[in-house]
Structure formats: structure tokens, C-alpha cells
């Protein structure tokens, strides 16, 4: 089956590209596709995460395994397309150069039967120009609820009965 995905980049103008890629196609192929459809030079380091349907993120899925340690993290091009991108889950978040923090909201539009003769992975559609330097990103935190009141966190830790001298 045929995956076709839009690709749109976290921006307040519309910038995106839609790409027809086989479904049984590896994410490092499709970051290959993403990375040639927006004219990058492909690079740099890069990860698909898995998301909700808010957006939220989830799950990595890096190109590389940049650990010291070989971890359980997943790779690219050890996980299929059909894998982590389903009518089910049809979301997830593409990050490409984590300096410039490039982001892009990846979505399944359709799912189509394979059209012989045609090569896959194939650019259908492009709206928009990317800018020369990412959009900017506000990192926000979420407040907690224990923000707010120090005083009374420093009043517990007194009241803890902690002996100084222990060593």
C-alpha cells in the first residue's frame, strides 16, 4: 500500500509538502524523503516521535543511536513506516537539526493502492517556501502545582527533624 503523508512545518504561514512513500517503507527513508522535499542537505541529526492525536509527544525514533551505552532506543531505519503510523495513529513530530530545531508535524492523509510504473517515494504536492532560518520556539514549562509558596517548602524541611551531624 501507498502512504500519502503531509509534512507541515511548525510555522505561522502555511509550509508543507505531501509525499506518496510505500507503507512498508523504513523512517530512515522517509526522513530521507522529507529532507529532499524541503531542500535540506539531509545532514544533520534527526528523530520522528510518536504523538497523540493533541500532538503531544511520545516516543523517539532517532536516526542514530547517539548513546554512550548501546540503549533500547529506537532507530530509523529499524522501524517501518506502517509501524508507527497507522489510520489509528495517523500523527507524529519530525524534528530535523536539534540546533535550529526544525519541526514539522507529520500526518497520514490517505492510504491508496501502489500505481505501477510510478517511483516511490514521490513529492506530490509543495505550498510554500521555507525560510531561511527556523521559526522560533517559545519553551514553555507547564506550572506545577507545588509553584508558588517556597517559604512553605523550607518550613517542611525544617520541621523534617534532619540530623546535621550524620557523617
Not at 500500500?1 to 523512517?27: C, G, T, V
Not at 514521490?122 to 506545577?144: H, V, W, Y
Request: net charge negative.
Amino acid at each position: 500500500m501507498i502512504y500519502k503523508i503531509r509534512i507541515i512545518l511548525d510555522a505561522e504561514e502555511d509550509i508543507f509538502r505531501d509525499i506518496e512513500i510505500e507503507d512498508q517503507s523504513n523512517l530512515e527513508d522517509f526522513h530521507n524523503a522529507i529532507t529532499q522535499a524541503f531542500g535540506f542537505e539531509g545532514s544533520e541529526m534527526a528523530s520522528f516521535y510518536t504523538c497523540d492525536e493533541e500532538w503531544n509527544q511520545d516516543e523517539e525514533i532517532a536516526l542514530f543511536d547517539m548513546s554512550e551505552s548501546g540503549s533500547d532506543i529506537r532507530l530509523m531505519n529499524e522501524t517501518s513506516l506502517d509501524d508507527v503510523l497507522t489510520e489509528d495513529n495517523p500523527k507524529m513530530i519530525y524534528v530535523y537539526d536539534f540546533f535550529s530545531m526544525w519541526t514539522f508535524f507529520v500526518e497520514l492523509a490517505d492510504i491508496v493502492d501502489k500505481e505501477d510504473g510510478r517511483v516511490y517515494p514521490n513529492l506530490l504536492f509543495t505550498f510554500g517556501e521555507l525560510p531561511d532560518a527556523p521559526p522560533e520556539k517559545q519553551f514553555e514549562a507547564k506550572p506545577s502545582d507545588d509553584e508558588g509558596d517556597y517559604d512553605d517548602l523550607l518550613d517542611r524541611y525544617d520541621d523534617m527533624d534532619f540530623d546535621e551531624n550524620w557523617n
